[in-house]
């Protein structure tokens, strides 16, 4: 093999790798990701974890409970209705004990679930609200308005 064809040969590969990378990038973009996942876990945040997404303006939204309920499930689905721009932490007290006495004095009533919405400022629920008066809620602590509020 002379030098032309190594060259011939080298410039192929280059040119395969470019072209098998863009192919990578686009079905990569256009497979569904489970971004609702990223935005719900069933543990605590650090302080600045949470900061990251206040800089990204995602409301932190930290629901404590004893039982599964309504709430939680609600507040799921608020995560696709504000459009991904809500931080979901679901704290079971059995599993984060500390978590929850750390808190719980915090709250006017120990009735389960507790929420506490953070943003700009705090606000702490007792999980008795409406659809309506939690999204009202959570769009009261968004550092700048959304969209997805003025609805």
Same mark, same amino acid.
């Given at each position: 093999?002379?030098?032309?064809?190594?060259?011939?040969?080298?410039?192929?590969?280059?040119?395969?790798?470019?072209?098998?990378?863009?192919?990578?990038?686009?079905?990569?973009?256009?497979?569904? @990701?489970?971004?609702?996942?990223?935005?719900?876990?069933?543990?605590?945040?650090?302080?600045?974890?949470?900061?990251?997404?206040?800089?990204?303006?995602?409301?932190?939204?930290?629901?404590?409970?004893?039982?599964? @309920?309504?709430?939680?499930?609600?507040?799921?689905?608020?995560?696709?209705?504000?459009?991904?721009?809500?931080?979901?932490?679901?704290?079971?007290?059995?599993?984060?004990?500390?978590?929850?006495?750390?808190?719980?004095?915090?709250?006017? @009533?120990?009735?389960?679930?507790?929420?506490?919405?953070?943003?700009?400022?705090?606000?702490?629920?007792?999980?008795?609200?409406?659809?309506?008066?939690?999204?009202?809620?959570?769009?009261?602590?968004?550092?700048?308005?959304?969209?997805?509020?003025?609805?």
């Amino acid at each position: 093999m002379n030098r032309e064809d190594k060259k011939q040969w080298i410039a192929l590969f280059i040119l395969l790798m470019f072209g098998g990378s863009s192919i990578a990038i686009a079905v990569s973009q256009v497979l569904p @990701s489970d971004t609702q996942a990223k935005l719900i876990v069933d543990e605590p945040l650090a302080d600045s974890q949470e900061a990251q997404y206040f800089q990204k303006d995602v409301v932190v939204v930290r629901v404590y409970y004893d039982t599964p @309920s309504d709430v939680i499930n609600t507040l799921n689905n608020m995560v696709n209705t504000l459009n991904q721009k809500m931080f979901l932490e679901r704290i079971n007290v059995a599993k984060y004990p500390d978590q929850y006495k750390a808190i719980k004095d915090t709250f006017s @009533s120990t009735t389960m679930p507790l929420i506490l919405i953070r943003g700009k400022t705090e606000i702490r629920l007792n999980g008795e609200q409406t659809v309506a008066e939690l999204k009202s809620d959570i769009c009261s602590v968004y550092f700048q308005d959304i969209d997805e509020c003025a609805v």
